[in-house]
Structures are given as C-alpha cells and as structure tokens.
C-alpha cells in the first residue's frame, strides 16, 4: 500500500519477519544511540538518588581500561543470543569459506568493504549468528573496531562481550602474540573514511596506502586472510558526495576531527520500506579467501611490506573476481584507492 510516495508494510506480515525487523531495529540503535545514551544515562544518575551507581561503576571503567587492548573479553552466551540469529537472517547475511583455517596457527582477517555499519563484519565475526564457530573450528574471530567504541561507559561491557577488541597497533599485537593460537583478529581495513564511498551498485576501497596491517603480518609471520562482504554497501542509500564537493569536503574534516565518519545515509522504517534508519532487505555475503603465507621479518623492511601489500591486493582482486558474478549482485568492478 502507498500513500504520498510511501510504501508502507502490509498487515499479514509473518512473525518471523516481524521479529526479525524488531533485531535489526534493536541493533541500529545501538549502532547509532547506544554509546551516548550510556553516557546521558550515567550522568542523569548522579543527579538522581542512584549517584552512587556510576560513582561505583568509575574505578571498575578505569580499573579495565586497557581490557579492550589487550585479553578483552568473550561470552559465548552473548555471541549466541537469538536476537542475532534474527539479525543475520532479515538480510540475509551468509558466511562462505574456500579453505579450512588452521586452528594452531593465528590470521589477520583483512575484511571489506566497510559500508555504513559493518552490518557484515559485525553478524559473522562478531556474533555467531552465522555459525563461525563450526564452520573453523578452532578459530575465534576477534572483531577490530574504532577505540571510541570502548569509551562509552556500560556500552563498553557490552561489546566487549562479543570479543570485539579496539583498532590499535598495540590490540593487534597482543592478540597475535599473547593470547595464544587460534586467533583471527578482523580488520576492516578501509576504516572510517571508506562508509563514504558506501553506495549501492559500487565496490570501491580505500587500500593503497593502508600498510599497517601488513606491517604486523610481516613481524610476526601471521598469514593474512582477505574478506570479501558482497552486498554490503546496498544495504543503505547514501547522498552524493562525489570528491570535490562540498558535502564530501565537510565530511572528510569531520573525519579528521572526530576520528569517525558521518555518511548522509538513509533505508526503510520499521512500518514502511521507503524512507527510515533500518538497513533494506537485501543479501550479505561473506567469503573467507584463502591465506597469503607471510615469512617472519622481526623488522620488515618498506620493500618487504610493499610486495606483502601487493600480493594482498592481487589476491583481493582475485577472491573478488571468482565470486562477483555469484555474489556480486550485477557489480563487475572493485576499484581500490
């Protein structure tokens, strides 16, 4: 049914679907409010008779500051909470493996693109709503995410339970070489700045000066693993905002303030599939590629992480044209920046 342009939902909606929209909801707002309502929420306390609930929660926040950096913290009962099993199926979201992963050894998983939210990135690394546990066996993905994130009070206990970790050098090193074996800590490489090239029908990255992961995979002999997520960046619409121009001027600055991007973006409503905050309907696909074996370097040399660099991008293109026209939904071109 339309009414001004809108299409709203139809009444005789299954409930599964139903209950699938209500996780995708739940997980927008925390996508977008959830960091700074736990912040609002414990300031407003102090103010209220339940002071003494944040003046408690202090020394904990600063006691486990470096907790995000460092061993983190992993729930499997968090991981597996329906509410994802519903998140990952509205899309859907899928999970493709080309090889097994062995569970002695650790990876870099190298994932893109970013899109607006890493609504790929977040259901199979960060949750197992897609069954990554028994797909590698063996092997926990570590879920590397903007710093910011773990500033928020209450917000942080959250997700840290997810095993997601904070985007530093130092995060990357300790889970390479103080946590054991079995360890794939994921990094969307293209950062911040990449959710501004999120447009649906295109597949550009930013990549060519993105060394640092590299660099790390080099130090410690880690394989890296390319990530592929088709379908990612048509989940969302997004303004134009080609380079030149003065959205695109203002939003890069922003970046460069406040260390996270913000795409003009827009989907669907809760009741409506024209215009709202949730993500369309459409499918995600996340294939692993196969690992690009790396000899250890303890000081790699700029030659050495550039032919590192370069046999990534190769095998990025590569795992990118084998599975475009099974995945790629008509897109043909993976332009890297």
Request: proline share 6%; glycine share 8%; with cysteine.
């Amino acid at each position: 049914m339309k009414i001004l342009g809108i299409e709203f939902a139809p009444f005789n909606i299954p409930l599964e679907r139903r209950l699938q929209t209500a996780a995708v909801l739940y997980w927008t707002l925390q996508f977008l409010a959830e960091g700074f309502g736990g912040l609002f929420f414990m300031i407003y306390l102090l103010f209220t008779k339940y002071y003494y609930i944040p003046l408690l929660y202090l020394p904990w926040y600063v006691y486990d500051y470096k907790t995000p950096y460092q061993n983190g913290r992993w729930s499997d009962w968090a991981r597996r909470m329906k509410v994802w099993k519903y998140l990952s199926a509205y899309f859907p979201v899928r999970l493709v493996k080309t090889v097994d992963l062995d569970p002695k050894r650790n990876y870099i998983f190298g994932c893109h693109p970013h899109g607006v939210m890493c609504a790929g990135a977040f259901c199979n690394f960060a949750t197992d709503a897609t069954n990554f546990s028994e797909v590698f066996p063996g092997i926990r993905p570590l879920l590397m995410i903007l710093n910011g994130q773990f500033l928020f009070p209450l917000h942080r206990e959250y997700f840290l339970l997810s095993g997601a970790r904070g985007c530093s050098k130092d995060s990357l090193e300790w889970a390479l070489s103080k946590m054991g074996t079995g360890n794939a800590p994921v990094v969307v490489i293209g950062g911040a700045i990449e959710a501004l090239e999120a447009h649906p029908g295109t597949f550009t990255l930013k990549l060519q000066q993105r060394k640092g992961f590299v660099k790390t995979s080099l130090k410690f002999g880690v394989p890296l693993v390319p990530v592929i997520s088709f379908g990612e960046n048509d989940i969302f619409s997004q303004v134009a905002n080609p380079a030149g121009s003065w959205l695109r001027w203002f939003q890069d600055r922003l970046v460069r303030v406040l260390g996270f991007s913000t795409p003009m973006f827009s989907g669907r409503g809760v009741f409506n599939y024209t215009i709202g905050i949730l993500p369309f309907r459409r499918p995600i696909t996340t294939v692993v590629g196969k690992p690009i074996e790396v000899e250890r370097s303890a000081a790699p040399s700029q030659e050495q992480i550039d032919d590192l660099h370069k046999r990534y991008v190769e095998a990025l293109r590569e795992l990118f044209d084998t599975n475009k026209d099974k995945y790629g939904h008509g897109i043909k071109e993976m332009i890297i920046e």
